[in-house]
């Protein structure tokens, strides 16, 4: 066992969970392991993927979903200095192709799930991670090598522990690289956040996790960190679905998840069509991902589930959570602020700029949403002329726009590339979107901008309604006026039209 710089490599984190908590428990579906049982395994395959010719620097890909092995891996590769990555397997063919060319996987770890991904690699360098084994390496044996002795291998926090790709919704997908320290710092960044302040979602030791992100989504957040971090009892459910997710809440009694709010919806309505709501009573969900709509931000209220929203990225990890600052007049207010808002977590710092100037804006004023904080990559791999277009001067551009609130709270308006810039002012569609989506009977809404002699842009809503549903304009304008009567969006944000179609067009992401 050697470490440069102990405390700022993962693998630290499962081994003092062996000695601090050797008794707290790792379950899946149909496994019940102690922290010190996994520790044990863990240092077997460390072990094992030494004797295959892995070592530091290696890369290896793991195709797979939660699952005890992904879990192992992540911990056996830091432990030897290989680089890991979870192959995100909701991309595109010709995508997760190009990741995986991208990042030099040497090495594949599938579950037969994904044996399709094998042609991908050398044959020789192929590991089947079950339940039937068809590769030249099986994961059952390399776990059971019975070596007890971590290996002498020199792991530093600079070194690096994994590279992620971001979504590819604009182009290609982009790799970054975080090191042992820089993730460690980023995932208890989050712990730091959910245990210290006062957010719903607060996360504790005595929690009992379940994370619903998928590892290829940012290491699942980094829940594989704050678990055995906390001492904390961790599930993993395998693939998600909504069904095997109420059940392990119910038979595990978890407290705890991380979920985007797709997610959200499926277990609610899973738990209605099974007459369980109950069950859901008491937990608490970090979601994140995309916006919280305000209907399931009240659902998850009435039910009873505390939620804290999350802001990242796999280009900047989690960088803000929400944090309830100050009183309320309604619990509609409270629960919009929740789902709205985030404040930066410990390190990460945020400026709102012109992106046209590089200049800060006003205080309460919308640009884009600048940040640096300790663990940011500060590059994309292989990609110097997405790294100068996106880090200016030590900052990280995020391309999206949004506001700072007077309490310093951060609300993401929209994607850069989406508002409308009307008169030199910005119109977020994403909010006007929102508020025309929750009239009954609207079934999808694009608010795209039209081009104007005097203002340059103006907003149009093209509107598909639900069938049997016979919504007019006005209607609609009296539901965007009370908003601007409120305070909520100005009146000049007003579509100048609004138009009726049959079919809105949707790309695979929405």
Request: one cysteine or more; proline letters at 5%.
């Amino acid at each position: 066992m050697s470490d440069s710089g102990i405390g700022f490599t993962v693998h630290y984190v499962i081994r003092r969970a062996s000695l601090l908590c050797p008794d707290t428990e790792v379950v899946t579906e149909n496994t019940r392991l102690k922290y010190s049982d996994v520790y044990g395994r863990i240092i077997s395959l460390a072990n094992s993927l030494l004797s295959l010719g892995i070592h530091k620097g290696t890369v290896i890909g793991v195709a797979d979903w939660n699952t005890l092995p992904m879990f192992e891996l992540h911990y056996a590769a830091a432990m030897i200095g290989a680089v890991i990555y979870p192959v995100n397997i909701r991309l595109p063919p010709d995508q997760i192709a190009y990741t995986m060319k991208v990042a030099e996987i040497e090495w594949l770890f599938y579950s037969n799930d994904f044996r399709a991904l094998a042609t991908l690699v050398n044959k020789d360098k192929l590991v089947s991670l079950g339940p039937t084994c068809d590769a030249k390496y099986c994961y059952d044996d390399l776990i059971n090598n019975k070596e007890v002795k971590e290996p002498e291998i020199e792991v530093s926090g600079n070194d690096y522990f994994s590279i992620l790709f971001t979504s590819g919704t604009t182009g290609l997908p982009k790799a970054v690289k975080y090191t042992h320290e820089k993730f460690v710092h980023g995932a208890l960044a989050i712990a730091y956040q959910l245990g210290f302040y006062n957010t719903p979602a607060n996360l504790h030791q005595g929690d009992i996790i379940m994370p619903f992100i998928p590892f290829y989504h940012i290491h699942s957040w980094g829940s594989f960190i704050h678990a055995p971090y906390l001492c904390s009892k961790y599930v993993l459910m395998g693939r998600f679905t909504p069904d095997k997710a109420l059940m392990l809440i119910e038979r595990e009694k978890i407290t705890w998840i991380n979920a985007v709010p797709t997610m959200m919806y499926m277990l609610i309505d899973a738990a209605e069509k099974m007459n369980k709501l109950h069950v859901l009573r008491g937990l608490k969900a970090l979601v994140g991902g995309m916006p919280i709509a305000s209907g399931l931000a009240k659902r998850m209220h009435e039910l009873g589930i505390a939620f804290s929203s999350i802001y990242g990225g796999t280009d900047m990890l989690a960088t803000s959570i929400s944090i309830v600052s100050k009183d309320f007049s309604s619990v509609d207010e409270f629960l919009d602020y929740i789902r709205l808002t985030t404040h930066p977590v410990p390190f990460v710092e945020i400026r709102i700029v012109n992106p046209a100037t590089g200049k800060d804006v006003d205080r309460g004023q919308i640009g884009e949403v600048w940040l640096r904080a300790p663990w940011l990559p500060y590059e994309y791999h292989k990609d110097p002329e997405k790294t100068r277009e996106s880090y200016v001067g030590g900052w990280f551009r995020t391309g999206d726009v949004g506001i700072v609130l007077s309490d310093g709270g951060l609300r993401v308006l929209d994607r850069l590339k989406d508002v409308i810039k009307s008169g030199g002012e910005w119109i977020p569609t994403s909010i006007l979107e929102a508020i025309i989506s929750n009239i009954p009977g609207v079934d999808l809404v694009a608010v795209i901008g039209k081009p104007h002699e005097k203002w340059g842009e103006r907003p149009v809503a093209v509107v598909k309604l639900r069938e049997g549903y016979n919504i007019t304009k006005v209607q609609i304008y009296e539901a965007l006026n009370k908003e601007v009567n409120s305070g909520r969006i100005p009146k000049w944000w007003l579509p100048d039209d609004i138009i009726f179609v049959k079919e809105i067009p949707l790309t695979s992401t929405g």
